[in-house]
């Protein structure tokens, strides 16, 4: 019998196949989200080191090239794990939306919608704005200028948003404001966070640009990052639709 | 355990090894798994966490079933009980049943494909890493004494603050949470891996079984993983920051919570399983000798059972008050979801039929899901009934049925998956007089401690209550007995396992050998390639 065959030992470099960062990203998330409830310190730590460990498994990243493709043609692995991804956030907001059902008071209060449709468009604008920029990866000033016009205009939205939060609160209406208070900031407040950690991921990338760290071998991530913007363009028009245009 | 040199260590303490030479060996060995982002490694870790979370959870069920083996309350505090059936069922649905085949599926599923890797190593190692932190989140309340209390359902408005304020309901919220995390980011992982990096050639319809039941069961992860974490989120506001998403004073704010849950954790019971069919698929055709019959209806019935499997979730609110067009709805799908799962067992009965069948242990495994799931399917069709699940609804019926399947599905098909690909993993067959003791004990146990369940569930015992009337005595007697030998046999599998690490390499210390079908030549030399872990240095 082929007993020789178990005792093949495995490639040196499987052992050296090592990152520490989602040993460390994963740490984080359960000290910050268990500490929530226990102890403010202990859940702003996680947090701390939540985002810490995204900063360095990014920049670890930065530091390797970028991975080979498979053997088959077609999209990248970065599209297709992007579009799954999309799929199961969509998930997310839909749960949030379900909420409505159970909630027939959520359209009580009459919301800003012209000013609010204003912010919407800059929004959107932002996703044109950036999708011209992506296709420009190979003329550095055309795609960092194009990056940095998005991160602006969605900067715009954060800010709005943050000003209108302000406006509803010191109208009374809050997140506790019943069934309408918790749905809409939930949802917008969801929303709002994937803004930011689409703001984050555009600005890393335009930053590393500007200094000459990433071009045109990182397409299949800057598409990705994109894809994703444009995934939360598209939240926002449905968002925009049902809790403003009360269009369910 | 031994463990291999790392080479740099070597060279440097080569000649006189001390003492702090070693330590480092150790070091650089500790690191080489801990951060691991090699798939192989990465599913041996799985598998291992995944056992202890099983060993933890079993032992939480014989505690119950030793509380209820009189019919008083003598052994707990109806808290504690409530603790141990939150946990155990927690622990094993979204612990044990779901990862459990994430680790057979990074060992083996990149080489099914031909892939070198899983397509983000480093996410998947975080999604390993989730899976152990959600176990400890979990149970650590148990110890301190903050039970959630509210079962693996947590139904709102009972899991709201002012019915459960202990710190061991949000921490179980954290770990649930922290486990769909994981299981929706390995899910896509997996999706990615088998679509983009399959060598040249390899179509979807030449894939192994396996691989056609981690993709089913990713699919329904992906798209309804995110409802729980929104619910869970909601939940999460709820108790803490003062929202009413779940007020009970809202006509519907008592069913929100389990329109939301359902959606996701119907499909999950799918998730457990549809890997374990996977397994089957592997395991019957090379033990009877025989190509599996009819790939093809194989195939499209897991995508078949996929898509009923997303629409059948209204049959867990038959007696809540739902609107009566849900009820029916979801009860015609229920009847028509066993259709392709019928589908699927004949096709591998018609796979055994005049094959020259070999009783080896992952072939006991495989046959013993094809009996109790049967039985499991079968209970679960009075289930569908909205008549009877009136009448059965929260009643032991219902645990014996869940049993039938997990246990008879998801927990056979890891047995079946551990026999038949151990070899592959560690270079050594586990004994096979010991799997033949453990597969005995666990069919015959199985059994015993579930099956009584349904008739006291038409007697009306209901579920999750600490005692019961005397007259239910000697069922319950039973059943606990069952549970006994259930959990001695496990001891038998976890003495085995033992025994194989250590012992020296014998003849028969080979890998099962593949799937035989006639239409692939590709998956063949796959799950062939061994490789040791634990015998590197040995």
Known sequence: MQVEIAKVPESPSVAEETSVWPFLFGLALTAFLGGLPVSRPFALSGFALLLASAVGWTWSNVLRPPPEEGEIGGRSRLWWGMVLLIVSEAGLFLSGLLALTAHPEAFARDLNRPLTLGASLVLWSSGFVGGWAVKRMDRRGRFTGGLAATIALGLLFVGYQAFEYRRLYAEGFTLQSGGQGSIFYFLTGLHGAHVVGGLAMLGAILGLALARRIGPSRAPAVRAVMLYWHFVDAVWVVLYAVLYLRLF | ?538
């Open chain 2, 1 to 538: 355990m031994s463990f291999p040199p790392a080479t740099r260590g070597q060279r440097r303490t080569r000649g006189g090894e001390a003492a702090g030479g070693r330590f480092l060996r150790f070091l650089r060995w500790a690191r080489s798994w801990l951060l691991t982002t090699n798939h192989k490694r990465i599913g041996i870790l799985y598998l291992i966490v995944v056992f202890v979370w099983f060993l933890f959870a079993g032992l939480d069920g014989l505690a119950m079933r030793a509380e209820l083996a009189t019919p008083q309350t003598d052994l707990f505090q109806p808290d504690l009980y409530d603790g141990l059936f939150t946990v155990h069922g927690t622990q094993m649905l979204f612990l044990f049943a779901i990862p459990i085949f994430s680790g057979f599926g990074n060992a083996f599923v990149p080489k099914m494909v031909g892939a070198k890797d899983m397509a983000f190593p480093r996410l998947n190692a975080l999604s390993f890493w989730l899976i152990f932190w959600a176990g400890i989140v979990l149970r650590l309340p148990l110890y301190a004494r903050l039970f959630p209390t509210e079962g693996w359902t947590s139904y709102a408005p009972l899991s709201l603050t002012p019915f459960s304020s202990t710190t061991g309901e949000d921490w179980w919220i954290v770990a649930v949470f922290l486990e769909t995390v994981a299981s929706t980011l390995a899910a896509v992982n997996f999706l990615v891996t088998i679509q983009r990096e399959r060598r040249k050639g390899v179509r979807y319809f030449s894939l192994p079984v396996f691989a056609w039941g981690v993709i089913t069961a990713s699919l329904l992860a992906v798209v309804a993983g995110p409802f729980l974490l929104g619910a869970l989120a909601m939940l999460f506001f709820d108790r803490w920051y003062g929202t009413s998403f779940f007020d009970p004073s809202l006509p519907n704010g008592t069913l929100l919570w389990q329109h939301i849950f359902w959606f996701y954790s119907h499909p999950a019971t799918y998730i457990m399983v549809l890997p374990a069919f996977g397994i089957m698929g592997e395991v019957i055709p090379l033990f009877a000798g025989k190509p599996l019959f009819s790939y093809r209806w194989v195939v499209w019935s897991l995508l078949g059972t996929t898509l009923v499997s997303a629409t059948v979730f209204w049959h867990h609110m038959f007696v809540t008050g739902q609107e009566e067009a849900y009820s029916t709805f979801s009860s015609v799908t229920t009847f028509l979801v066993s259709v392709p799962t019928g589908v699927l067992f004949l096709n591998y009965l018609a796979t055994l039929w005049r094959g020259t069948i070999r009783f080896a242990t992952p072939m006991l495994f495989a046959l013993g899901i094809l009996a109790l799931f049967t039985v499991g399917g079968a209970d679960g069709l009075y289930l569908a009934s909205i008549p009877l699940d009136r009448a059965l609804h929260s009643t032991y019926w219902l645990i014996g049925h869940i049993h039938f399947v997990l246990f008879g599905g998801s927990a056979m098909g890891a047995f079946a998956g551990l026999y038949y690909w151990f070899p592959d993993l560690w270079g050594r067959r586990l004994d096979e007089r010991w799997g033949r003791v453990h597969f005995w004990g666990t069919l015959v146990g199985v059994v015993l401690t579930f099956f009584p369940m349904h008739f006291l569930g038409t007697e009306g015992m209901v579920r999750r209550v600490i005692s019961y009337p005397p007259g239910l005595f000697d069922l319950n007697a039973i059943s606990t007995l069952g549970a006994v030998l259930t959990g001695l046999a496990q001891v038998v599998l976890l003495g085995n396992v033992l025994y194989t690490l250590f012992r020296p390499l014998r003849a028969d210390d080979v890998p099962w050998g593949a799937p035989l079908r006639a239409d692939d030549q590709l998956a063949a030399p796959v799950a062939l390639e061994p490789t040791s872990v634990a015998g590197g240095s040995g």
